[in-house]
């Protein structure tokens, strides 16, 4: 399967966001996927995940209440709604996919999007 990430952007502080992970080559309804950021001079880190049916979502502590991952397979596309961001948001945004449940370790997806840049200036 193939990952394209768009929606990027520079963003005031508690402005909004809504990222897209979209998939082409496979049935993409079967695959858990996940977002994860990665700034300049960090590690790259989990962001939220959703499995291939939309009915069970995983968030990470930093972004707990105000990003919402949701998913249409019919579009076979994935979004990342961000709301209220950060400063300390400011990173490259990567989708992934990996086949059946999601899972919040990077290691565990074999596909990978090209990222895309979001900035949030205070």
């Known amino acids: 399967v193939q990952l394209q990430a768009s929606g990027g952007g520079l963003v005031q502080a508690g402005g909004s966001l809504r990222l897209s992970c979209a998939a082409s080559g496979r049935t993409f309804n079967s695959y858990g996927v996940g977002w994860f950021r990665q700034a300049p001079g960090k590690e790259r880190e989990f962001v939220a995940a959703i499995s291939w049916s939309g009915s069970s979502t995983s968030y990470a502590d930093s972004v707990k209440g105000r990003f919402t991952i949701s998913r249409d397979n019919a579009k076979n596309t994935v979004y990342l709604q961000m709301n209220s961001l950060k400063p300390e948001d400011t990173a490259i945004y990567y989708c992934?996919?990996?086949?059946?449940?999601?899972?919040?370790?990077?290691?565990?997806?074999?596909?990978w999007g090209q990222g895309t840049l979001v900035t949030v200036s205070s």
């Open positions: 992934a996919a990996r086949l059946g449940f999601y899972s919040d370790s990077a290691y565990e997806y074999a596909y």
